[in-house]
Every structure is written in C-alpha cells, then in structure tokens.
C-alpha cells in the first residue's frame, strides 16, 4: 500500500509542479487530493 500511495503522491507532486512551471511543492498538501483519488491517476 505505502508503494501505491508513492507513486499517487509523486506523480500529484509531478503534475503540481509541471502545471506550475515550479519544483515540486511540499509533500504536504499533495496527500489530501491524492489520496482519495489512486486509480484516476492510473487511467486517462
């Protein structure tokens, strides 16, 4: 599970900084939306 909530949070953190043109943010507030979300990120 830690694996799964990983790579959830990397890429939310990778999205977040591409959509922001910025580096990756805290981890902090990325977990929240992420976490609820798992397969959305799998699929388009």
Known sequence: MK???SLILTA???????AQNQ????PAP???PAA?????????
């Open 12 to 18: 939310s953190l990778a999205g977040s900084a591409l």
């Open 30 to 32: 990325a977990p929240a």
């Open 23 to 26: 580096p990756a943010p805290t």
């Open 36 to 44: 609820p979300a798992p397969k959305a990120n799998d699929e388009p």
């Open 3 to 5: 694996t799964t909530l």
